[in-house]
């Protein structure tokens, strides 16, 4: 226990995940380090932090002795410029990442965030339409698996096809198959313009916007009960070519340009204390899909055009009734997880309040989870990582 | 009866007599792939007609134990679908029925065996068309694009395989039918179709493949430009990306892969070339047309002599043409050939065109580069003559060469041809054993026998079951002879 001492220190009142208390808190600072603390860790059930910023998404871990926190794991290692990539730190904030010179990482993360965490939990915003999400610009990465093993994946070249695309499997896998340390990104160059166009309009307008060649940036939808539905087109490019793409579009929508984002721009529809859930679906379901949920009294939003939502509402806690403005939130994700179904998506509870949330399930049903199992046998036999808070109990 | 004899039987009782190959003469029909260099007649063929059938001869050879390899058209360059001596061969050229086409949802749905090229003339009509492009688009198969996460000219922008393939059915090794992902995107658990796609059929076989369709663009200008070398036509690349232009495509050739082509169908590039640029821009037409003058500019200014303009499809098509018709272009002036895949850093590119030349030299072979150059994935092609004695092996070692320069520069072994059979004993040249013993998790977890295509990516499974990380070298088993790995 030697090593896990000098590495670890005590808990204190903040080092909760989901109302469960860990024992050890660790904050490694490189690579090397972080594999020292894993092998010492052996048999501890480990949850890993980075900005902290979602760390409630996902069921409470079964068991907690150890958070690995990646607050010390920081910094921009490489960013060639000239070949449009960038090697980060796992627990780079987001904000150093939005703010390379000329160029950007194209990802909707909160500055708080860490590119880690973006990572592992492969949340997306708006501009996914354009330039996808942390799956599809993520190029390399190092990855210390639960047996304190250092594996990379990937490499510094945007093409590349040797061996599995790993990167893939950690991406949105929560932290289950192990602690990224260093990630290769995808740069994209920040453009010269953009702009935004605003529409009072249904969510089923936004295929007009999809039909017409604009290239639109994102395309979001933004409806609560009791409100018109909105929806907002971002255009990015030259001057003259954004200026030109933004009126046509404001005439298809009977709407206005405008420079800024919509207050509700990229921001989660979840109040605090209130329950998130993201529902995904084909492309032509959207429509059908945001009036199931705004039937239910939640607030949507997301992205029309990559078949990506968010909806949020308050919720009542279970058993009393539902007092003004509180939903019954399994009643919501039962009817939600039914609409999803009939639009070919799923709808997984991101967040909700304790008390509602053993109440739910989660995630849902996920195809293909016995192959998963498999994985995580693999690369996590003691269940160490993360225990109990990925599909299926994994 | 034998056991294939045995395998035979019951696959014919399965999918039908007709289905199940087992003369000689036309097993040998699928003795190789697109790297005929390699060649192995295969114990059977089976040529299924639905996914059912797929998963039965997958089932049968999970029970006794017998290797399957999946085949599309066969066209791969890396000896993918080389087949096993003692394995069955699962052909997909009858899973050829484009299932659905659903523009409202951007998506369609395909069976493995439909060609490329017919995805796209299926949704042009609702203008759309399916991104990836590989070169060999006009007869390789989505199953095998699936596999090798294939990429084409315009993955520079549009990216590869695995950003527009939603949803597959597969049949893993043990015959089970399983579905990863569907019409939707981020379908929750892990990224199974992530792994799966560009795995060499290692993890089971594709049985069905929703794939995204793209908006036709507004516009497209294609641009050539003649240089006096490749050292300026690769720092007229570096200043289109530094601009923040990102173009569709922009493919470099040089002078051998310029002489080749104009021999073989009279594309016309600018007389005395030493390097080309064909820079494609698409999109709405404002944008586009600003980006065509800053890359005319930039090309001018990084030496370019000549710029040329395609003025309609049939100059566009005039353009590609030379380049697309490169590789078997080389055959005119070189009776044998290796096509050589590494991809480096964009950067690098002049160093790297550099050392191959000197590389080159030094064995006294030719190389000429047909390239993407937007993305750094290079198609070195090492020219010799096999009735030359010593030069196959020469061109072998400068074309291992240029692999170990890729590496050494931070690339890659493979942009998009992949590992399959050519390239399995470099991956740990590219990998530490630790990296690839990573990757072996995922296998056993999809292929805990390795039956799936073994000896393929991969110079040395591991066994399954182990704990991982406990053994490196031989394992005792296998040492001694009481267990085998495929
Ligand atoms: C539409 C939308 C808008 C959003 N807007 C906001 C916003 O305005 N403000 C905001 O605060 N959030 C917002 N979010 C959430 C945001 O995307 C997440 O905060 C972020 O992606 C998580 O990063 P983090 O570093 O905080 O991770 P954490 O919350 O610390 O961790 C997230 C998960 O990843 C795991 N993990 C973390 N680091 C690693 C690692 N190095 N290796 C392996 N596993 C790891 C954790 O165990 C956990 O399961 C938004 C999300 C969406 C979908
Ligand atoms: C002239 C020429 C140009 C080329 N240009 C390019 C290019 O620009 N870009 C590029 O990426 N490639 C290119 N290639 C290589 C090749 O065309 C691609 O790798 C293609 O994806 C192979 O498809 P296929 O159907 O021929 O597959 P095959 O050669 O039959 O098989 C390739 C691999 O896929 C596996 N496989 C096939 N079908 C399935 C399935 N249904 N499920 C699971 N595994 C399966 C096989 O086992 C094998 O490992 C070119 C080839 C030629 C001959």
């Not at chain 1, 009036?291 to 009393?320: E, H, I, K, N, W």
């Not at chain 2, 899973?95 to 749905?109: F, Q, S, Y």
Request: hydrophobic share 45%; proline share 7%.
């Amino acid at each position: 226990m030697g090593v896990l001492d000098e590495l670890t220190r005590p808990a204190g009142a903040a080092d909760v995940v989901c109302g469960v208390p860990a024992r050890l808190v660790a904050a490694p600072r490189d690579t090397a380090e972080a594999a020292a603390l894993i092998r010492a860790a052996r048999g501890l059930a480990v949850v890993i932090r980075g900005g902290g910023t979602k760390l409630d998404w996902g069921p409470p871990p079964r068991e907690l002795d150890l958070i690995i926190d990646t607050r010390w794991l920081t910094g921009v290692v490489e960013h060639a410029a000239g070949d449009l990539i960038t090697v980060v730190r796992a627990g780079t904030p987001m904000a150093e990442l939005h703010g390379l010179p000329g160029q950007q990482l194209a990802l909707d993360a909160p500055a708080a965030a860490t590119a880690g965490g973006t990572v592992a939990a492969n949340a997306s915003g708006p501009r996914r339409l354009r330039y996808g999400t942390a799956r599809d610009l993520l190029i390399g990465i190092t990855v210390i698996r639960p047996d304190a093993t250092i594996t990379r994946a990937g490499g510094k070249v945007v093409k590349n096809v040797a061996g599995y695309d790993l990167g893939k499997l950690y991406t949105g896998a929560f932290g289950t198959l192990g602690l990224i340390t260093e990630c290769v990104f995808r740069l994209h160059p920040v453009p010269a313009a953009s702009v935004f166009v605003r529409a009072v309009a249904p969510p089923l307008h936004a295929a007009k916007v999809l039909a017409g060649r604009f290239a639109a940036s994102a395309c979001e939808v933004n409806a609560a009960p009791g409100a018109e539905p909105e929806l907002a087109v971002l255009l990015e490019g030259t001057p003259a070519g954004v200026a030109e793409r933004a009126a046509a579009i404001a005439e298809l929508l009977g709407g206005e340009v405008s420079s800024g984002a919509p207050p509700w721009w990229d921001v989660p529809p979840w109040p605090t204390g209130g329950v998130g859930i993201k529902l995904t679906g084909a492309l032509s379901q959207v429509p059908a899909l945001v009036a199931t949920a705004v039937g239910t009294g939640a607030t949507v939003r997301g992205s029309a055009g990559s078949g990506v939502l968010y909806a949020g509402f308050p919720a009542a806690p279970p058993g009393a009734p539902a007092a003004d403005g509180t939903v019954e939130a399994g009643r919501a994700v039962e009817l939600l997880r039914a609409a999803a179904t009939r639009a070919g998506g799923h709808a997984v509870v991101l967040t909700a309040p304790a008390g509602v949330r053993e109440t739910l399930d989660m995630w849902g049903p996920v195809p293909g989870l016995a192959l998963m199992r498999r994985v995580k046998e693999q690369f996590d036999p003691e269940r160490r990582f993360a225990p109990g808070r990925f599909v299926g109990g994994i | 009866m034998t056991g294939i004899d045995a395998l035979a039987a019951r696959l014919r009782a399965d999918l039908g007599p007709d289905r199940v190959l087992t003369d000689r003469q036309q097993l040998r029909t699928y003795e190789c792939d697109g790297l005929a260099h390699y060649k192995v007649i295969p114990a059977l063929v089976t040529l299924p007609a639905t996914a059912a059938h797929v998963a039965a001869v997958v089932r049968a050879c999970a029970e006794t134990g017998t290797p399957f390899v999946a085949r599309g058209s066969g066209t791969g360059l890396s000896g993918g679908a080389l087949p096993h001596a003692d394995g069955v061969l699962i052909v997909t050229s009858q899973l050829r029925e484009i299932l659905d086409v659903r523009p409202d949802d951007e998506r369609a749905v395909v069976q493995p065996g439909v060609i490329n090229l017919q995805v796209t003339k299926a949704a042009t009509p609702y203008g759309y068309y399916y991104a990836p492009d590989p070169s060999s688009q006009q007869i390789c198969s989505i199953g095998g694009n699936v596999a090798e996460n294939s990429g084409g000219a315009h993955c520079l922008k549009y990216g590869f395989t695995t950003n527009h393939v939603t949803g597959l059915e597969v049949v893993t090794p043990d015959g089970e039918r399983v579905r990863l992902g569907g019409a939707a995107p981020d379908a929750p658990g892990y990224d199974l179709l992530g792994a799966f796609v560009g795995s060499e059929g290692t993890l089971g076989v594709a049985t069905e493949v929703t794939v995204k369709l793209t908006r036709l663009p507004e516009t497209v200008r294609t641009l050539l430009a003649g240089f006096a070398s490749t050292d300026q036509a690769g720092a007229a690349t570096s200043a289109i990306i530094a601009a923040g232009v990102v173009p569709a495509a922009i493919e470099m050739m040089d002078a051998l892969a310029i002489e080749a082509a104009e021999a073989a169908v009279k594309c016309g590039y600018p007389a005395g070339a030493g390097a080309v640029l064909i820079v494609e821009l698409d999109g709405p037409a404002a944008e586009v047309a600003a980006q065509f003058d800053e890359v005319s500019a930039l090309c001018a200014e990084h030496g370019a002599f000549e710029t040329r303009v395609a003025a309609d499809d049939e100059e566009r098509a005039l353009i590609w043409r030379g380049r697309k018709s490169a590789f078997a272009a080389v055959g005119r002036i070189s009776p044998d050939y290796i096509v050589q895949d590494g991809v480096i850093p964009r950067t690098a590119l002049p160093v790297v065109l550099r050392r191959i030349g000197e590389v080159a030299a030094e064995h006294g072979v030719r190389v000429a580069n047909v390239f993407h150059a937007g993305d750094g994935n290079l198609h070195p092609l090492v020219l010799f003559d096999d009735a030359v004695p010593g030069q196959a092996t020469r061109a072998e070692t400068v074309s291992a060469a240029i692999l170990d320069l890729c590496i050494e520069h931070g690339g890659s072994i493979t942009g998009e041809h992949g590992v399959g059979i050519d390239k399995a004993k470099y991956m740990p040249r590219m990998f530490s054993a630790d990296d690839l013993d990573t990757m072996q998790l995922v296998r056993c977890a999809f292929d805990p026998d390795g039956i799936a295509n073994p000896g393929k990516v991969f110079p040395t499974p591991r066994l399954c079951g182990e704990r991982p990380g406990r053994h490196r070298g031989a394992h005792p088993l296998h040492a001694t002879d009481v267990a085998e790995i495929f």
